[in-house]
């Protein structure tokens, strides 16, 4: 999604911080979700060529190689070509959709990036805000000293509680516009209480740098060949919460080594 890309504090500062000092080549593909206006978090952000526009002139003066700016998929649409992703494993409901979008997204990365064998890539959703500069990299013989063959993905770490997984002890489940919410049980303490159980490597989709050709594959396809494999329930703390997009990162990740 378009989200805040055009805000002085995310687009304009990844060009700033990111993207010109390292002379970088640049492929975006962004959706537009067309039947969720809240999603675009902008007036008439559901545009396609108003949203091109404002991704041309916020990434002006760098060397854009790929863009697209497409409509997201509806509900059904994704459940076919998430099956097609995933093949017969595991059938996805509606209920996991969560994400997709994005997903379809890092796969046409994939498509334009892994062929051109970069030592790097750095992957930035359109929200996310660099408060610092990256001006230089390890070069490709440094990486294999570094990280071997295999590569290495340095993704942020989501903690428990950034992920909602507060302790049901502190509260209670409460009925919300015939919605079943939880709520603690006293006005909110901080911190937060928050469960002691593991969330099985959940990683943030807000940043991502990619070291060598094994790790790209792994966190551009693998999130989307993944999509409908993962079973919720091989992870106790899962099992009462909608597929995420941070868990599918850690498991793309985590099983690929």
């Known amino acids: 999604a378009i989200r805040t890309f055009h805000e002085p504090c ?5 060009v700033t911080h990111v993207m010109k000092p390292l002379d970088a080549d640049v492929h975006a593909s962004i959706a537009v979700d067309q039947h969720d206006p809240h999603r675009s978090n902008v007036r008439n952000m559901l545009d396609l060529t108003l949203v091109g526009k404002i991704v041309r002139r916020t990434l002006r003066g760098v060397r ?3 863009l697209e700016i ?3 998929l509806n509900g059904s649409a994704q459940l076919a070509k998430m099956r097609y992703h995933s093949g017969a494993e595991r059938s996805c409901s509606r209920r996991d959709l969560h994400g997709y979008a994005q997903a379809v997204g890092w796969q046409r990365c994939a498509e334009w990036m892994l062929p051109l064998e970069y030592t790097w890539i750095i992957r930035l959703r359109t929200d996310t805000m660099p408060h610092f500069r990256i001006v230089s990299l390890p070069t490709a013989a440094h990486v294999d000293r570094l990280y071997g063959t295999r590569g290495t ?5 989501v903690s428990i509680c950034e992920c909602g997984n507060i302790d049901r002890s502190a509260g209670k489940y409460v009925q919300i ?3 079943s919410r939880f709520r603690l049980s006293n006005p909110p303490k901080m911190p937060t209480p928050c ?3 593991s969330l099985c490597g959940s990683g943030s989709d807000t940043f991502a740098m990619l070291a060598g050709a094994h790790a790209q594959s792994a966190y551009l396809r693998g999130y989307a060949d993944d ?3 993962w079973d919720p329930h091989a992870c106790s703390v899962c099992n009462s919460n909608r597929l ?3 868990d599918r990162v850690g498991y793309a990740l985590a099983s690929r080594g």
């Open 153 to 157: 993905a340095i993704v942020p770490f």
């Open 70 to 72: 497409y409509p997201a």
């Open 177 to 179: 516009q015939g919605r």
């Open 195 to 197: 469960s002691s159980k």
């Open 244 to 246: 995420i997009p941070e």
């Open 64 to 66: 854009l190689r790929n």
């Open 227 to 229: 999509f409908c494999r």
């Open 10 to 14: 995310a687009g304009p500062r990844q």
